[in-house]
Each structure stands twice: as structure tokens, then as C-alpha cells.
T-cell receptor, first 114, second 119 residues
Framework: DAGITQSPRHKVTETGTPVTLRCHQT?????MYWYRQDPGHGLRLIHY???????DKGEVSDGYSVSRSKTEDFLLTLESATSSQTSVYFC?????????????FGSGTQLSVL | AQKITQTQPGMFVQEKEAVTLDCTYD???????LFWYKQPSSGEMIFLIY??????QNATEGRYSLNFQKARKSANLVISASQLGDSAMYFC????????????????FGKGITLSVRP
């Protein structure tokens, strides 16, 4: 199994509070991603990173920011959490972004915003 | 427009029988990859099978095979000899384009199909 650790695994927070989710990998892969999973929507890309300090937006990036100061760590921050951000968040990694490159996923973080 | 369409809301299959999970896709890129992932109730995402747009033969991985019909833009997953452990949600996904940071070179997922295997 790919070495991907997400923390925390579960979090309950209140509307308006900042939240940071962490993804740590031991595979030295260049590309890292944050997805959210919601019923009826599948997985949707929030942000991704193509190297240290290099990030870009996905399809549902509003309300989220990311940072990657080291190859192994990719942080997702909700500056001011809202109830619509209640979701399961998955981190994923890949070596390249070629068409045939599969993603390896972390175990997910269940976030509840009350 | 959706790039990946999975319209079956839920599927049931008898144990030991075969089942087909449908996936259609939309792209104008000649180079793309198609993936299927399994998500059991425990929540992890498990890679099952991959098909490249230039592959001449349908992909197979053990009991999983991919019925790739390029002209119809469909990439249906076939699970043979279903087992109780196959009960899960299944996602079809596509990655378009060439190497690099192009906007289309990220993995886009369908909404998923729930499969229940009956004993």
C-alpha cells in the first residue's frame, strides 16, 4: 500500500472556525491532490500540487486554500468552515499526470461542520 | 457537460454471477486513460483496472475486465463470478491529455454505482 497518511481521520467543528487537514506521503511522489466526496457527486477535485510551492485550483476550490512546503506534506485549509463543507476529504498522490497514471488514495477525513 | 456518466443508481447481483457496471465518457482528446476504483463500506479507494485510449485490447485484471467501446465512448466494468466482498461503490474515472499541468490532465470521477451482491 502507498504510504499516505491523512490527519485527523475525523473532525467536528463549528461554522466559522478555521480547519486544516494534513496529508503526508512517504512515496516521494511529485503530484498530490485533495478531493471531496459527497453523495450524488462522486469525488471532486479541490486543489492539486505539482511540486513544492506549486499548486493549482480544481473544480470546487472556493473556500479552500492549500500549501505544500515539503514534498511529503500537502495541507488543506478551510479558512472559515461552513456547513456546506461537511464532507469526506481524500488526499491522493501520483508520480506523474500522464493519462495512464493512477492515483493512490489516503484513508480519508470525515469532516462535520455544525 | 459531465465528462463521466454513471447512470445506474444501484445494482444487485447474485453471488457467483457476472455483472456489468456502465460508464460513458465525453472527451475530444485523442489521448486519455480510463480507470475504475472500488470503495467498500470501510471507505478506502481501491484501484481496480485501467484502459488507455490507444490500447488495442480490453483490459483485464483477474475477475475484472473492461468492455471498452471507443466509438461509443463507453468503458463498462465487468465483474465475473461475483463475491460477497464485491459489494461496494464503484467509480469510473478519466484522465485526459498529455504530461504536464494542463487543465485536463487531472483525474475526473463519475458519481459512482452501488453494487450489492446477494448470497
Amino acid at each position: 500500500d502507498a504510504g499516505i497518511t491523512q490527519s485527523p481521520r475525523h473532525k467536528v467543528t463549528e461554522t466559522g472556525t478555521p480547519v486544516t487537514l494534513r496529508c503526508h506521503q512517504t512515496e516521494n511522489h511529485r503530484y498530490m491532490y485533495w478531493y471531496r466526496q459527497d453523495p450524488g457527486h462522486g469525488l471532486r477535485l479541490i486543489h492539486y500540487s505539482y511540486g513544492v510551492k506549486d499548486t493549482d485550483k480544481g473544480e470546487v476550490s472556493d473556500g479552500y486554500s492549500v500549501s505544500r512546503s515539503k514534498t511529503e506534506d500537502f495541507l488543506l485549509t478551510l479558512e472559515s468552515a461552513t456547513s456546506s463543507q461537511t464532507s469526506v476529504y481524500f488526499c491522493a498522490i501520483s508520480e506523474t499526470m500522464s493519462p495512464g497514471e493512477k492515483l493512490f488514495f489516503g484513508s480519508g477525513t470525515q469532516l462535520s461542520v455544525l | 457537460a459531465q465528462k463521466i456518466t454513471q447512470t445506474q443508481p444501484g445494482m444487485f447481483v447474485q453471488e457467483k454471477e457476472a455483472v456489468t457496471l456502465d460508464c460513458t465518457y465525453d472527451t475530444s482528446d485523442p489521448s486519455y486513460g480510463l480507470f475504475w476504483y472500488k470503495q467498500p463500506s470501510s471507505g478506502e479507494m481501491i484501484f481496480l483496472i485501467y484502459q488507455g485510449s490507444y490500447d488495442q485490447q480490453n483490459a483485464t485484471e483477474g475477475r475484472y475486465s473492461l468492455n471498452f467501446q471507443k466509438a461509443r465512448k463507453s468503458a463498462n466494468l465487468v465483474i465475473s463470478a461475483s463475491q460477497l466482498g464485491d459489494s461496494a461503490m464503484y467509480f469510473c474515472a478519466m484522465r485526459e491529455g498529455l504530461i504536464g499541468r494542463g487543465a485536463n490532465s487531472k483525474l475526473t470521477f463519475g458519481k459512482g454505482i452501488t453494487l450489492s451482491v446477494r448470497p
